[in-house]
């Protein structure tokens, strides 16, 4: 494990990193997760073996701090990611994101291009998302307070073992403010900007994941979109196989 200060207050993002050849490889989570259970097991796989791979938590997840006084918006996720980044010695590197990591990735990509040559985002939500009127057990129901006091273990029971075995890991206030900064999104938006980047972008998309919204934009705008059979949301999780080729053949 390593890691690195990258806030003016001293907290910290570890990752977990694996030797090989460069280009690096750079592996974010999305919401409630941790990267090095969610990519271990694919960085081994044949097609992606052998390079340096950063298995990285944002803060607030996984094995990272859990600063309170951090906001948990995405420029600020990519921003943290970026000194750790700095830190860790990358230029270059290839980025693999999925869900809110891969929204956090494209702003990386966006902000601090010499970070980053090649883009693959998984299951990334692109869009703003309307937080009004949310129904009950929603995230977005609650205030800090009440998510503390009983929305966090809602949430863990609602969302089923697979994903509440790294989201208990989590600082619960991170999550909701990480909920909210994803539907809030960015101006302009994260799809926006992914549609303006220059640099070589995939999207995957699980055949059983959350449909593509106007996948073909995103196609005109030169991002290669790919369907991933037999997966839902957790693309490297249902189909270990099929999203190392597609990681692996990204150009």
């Known amino acids: 494990m390593r890691d690195a200060v ?20 750079v592996y974010v989570h999305g919401l409630g997760a941790s990267s090095p259970v969610y990519y271990a097991a694919v960085t081994h796989h044949p097609a992606l073996a052998g390079r340096r791979s950063l298995l990285i938590d944002l803060l607030g997840f996984g094995i990272s701090d859990r600063p309170a ?25 290839e980025v693999i994101g999925h869900s809110m990591g891969g929204a956090v990735a494209i702003l990386l990509a966006d902000r601090r291009p010499d970070l980053v040559a090649r883009l693959v985002v998984a299951e990334a939500p692109l ?29 863990l029971e609602r969302v089923g073992p697979f994903w509440a075995a790294t989201m208990r890991l989590a600082d619960p ?4 403010r990480s909920a909210f900064g994803l539907a809030r999104n960015t101006t302009p938006t994260v799809r926006e900007t992914l549609a303006r980047l220059t640099l070589p972008r995939t ?5 059983r994941g959350e449909e593509v919204r106007d996948a073909e934009g995103l196609r005109a705008a030169g991002v290669r979109v790919v369907t991933i059979a037999d997966s839902g949301h957790n693309v490297m999780i249902d189909n270990p196989d099929a999203f190392a080729r597609a990681v692996a053949g990204a150009a």
């Open 69 to 93: 006084d951090f906001g948990h918006t995405l420029p600020e996720h990519a921003e943290a990611l970026a000194a750790a980044l700095d830190a860790a010695g990358v230029r270059d590197a």
């Open 173 to 176: 206030l991170a999550v909701l």
């Open 203 to 207: 999207f995957l998309a699980g055949d």
């Open 127 to 155: 869009d703003p998302k309307p937080t009004g009127n949310p129904p009950p057990g929603s995230v977005f129901a609650h205030t800090p307070e009440t998510f503390l006091e009983r929305g966090f273990t809602e949430t």
């Open 6 to 25: 990258v806030t003016t207050a001293g907290s910290r993002i570890r990752w977990v990193e694996i030797a090989g050849a460069e280009p690096t490889r």
